[in-house]
DNA sequence: ATGGTTGCAACGCAA
């Protein structure tokens, strides 16, 4: 490997936000691109356009919500579409080997509110996510781990941590089995290369959010140690929040060089 | 304490 860009971007709907992406594609040019939230059923998923834009491209996907895909310049093996010993409806997990490095697309579950049904799915898809992680670490050594992670890590990830504490995205819970991806053998290579960096990946579509920057960075990029020492930059790209009929996260974007 | 915005798909559900 002598160099390697890689994004991930919730996207909210693949083909409302699919010229975006287009584009998007054509300015950063990354080797890889991690998508959730196509929101497409395999049939639908637009597999021309993303090869004339010079990608290649796999994908799960299911009716209405979730759905995930990958893009990359180079082949994809090795694909998983779902944890191996949790039956999930839900099509939330896409992993695949591209250029020797093992690539884990995630969508982890919203969990709406810490008294909810899905905060109790949201914790045991974290514990099932915790067991195929150290699994993961067992067959490769180069290994990104990358998506929509609706946690939110630390105080510094939030507008405001005080008014954010206790809720679901920010919640002990939540944030203990983020650590725990950490202490497995995993680096927040964001939060690595910029210690002090307040910077969000996501805005509520609401209440101007956006524009007064009351946002999470909830949206990450994870290396295992073998690739976290050649990380040379990791970045939100906000740009694409600012376009019209946006996707309510942005880009995150992580390079990798020998 | 509630509501606000978007996408899907058909009006409430998920985020």
């Not at 860009?5 to 992406?21: C, E, F, G, H």
């Not at 090795?78 to 490095?101: C, K, S």
């Not at 884990?104 to 919203?110: D, E, K, T």
């Amino acid at each position: 490997m002598r160099s390697f860009k890689i994004a991930t971007w919730n996207v909210n709907s693949l083909r409302v936000r699919l010229p975006q992406v287009l584009n998007w594609l054509a300015d950063a040019q990354p080797d890889v691109l991690a998508l959730q939230e196509t929101k497409l059923i395999d049939a639908d998923f637009p597999i021309e356009a993303i090869q004339q834009a010079g990608y290649q491209v796999i994908f799960s996907g299911q009716k209405t919500y979730n759905g995930m895909a990958i893009l990359s310049r180079r082949p994809a093996t090795n694909i998983i579409t779902g944890f191996p010993d949790y039956e999930d409806p839900q099509r939330r997990l896409l992993a695949a080997v591209i250029d020797d490095i093992r690539i884990v697309n995630l969508y982890i579950p919203n969990g709406d509110n810490i008294h909810s049904e899905k905060y109790q799915y949201k914790l045991a898809w974290l514990k099932q996510l915790d067991v195929f992680l150290k699994n993961e670490l067992q067959g490769h050594s180069q290994i990104i781990v990358l998506g929509d992670f609706n946690i939110a890590p630390d105080d510094i990830d939030v507008h405001d941590p005080k008014q954010w504490a206790g809720k679901v995205l920010f919640s002990e819970p939540e944030r203990n089995a983020f650590r725990d991806m950490l202490q497995v053998g995993f680096i927040d290579t964001f939060r690595q290369l910029n210690p002090a960096e307040k910077v969000f990946s996501w805005w509520d579509y609401r209440m101007n959010a956006f524009k007064r920057n009351v946002g999470l960075r909830i949206d990450h990029v994870l290396s295992s140690h073998a690739l976290a020492s050649q990380c040379v930059k990791c970045y939100i790209d906000k740009l694409p929040r600012t376009h019209e009929r946006p996707s309510d996260h942005a880009p995150v974007i992580a390079e990798y060089h020998d």
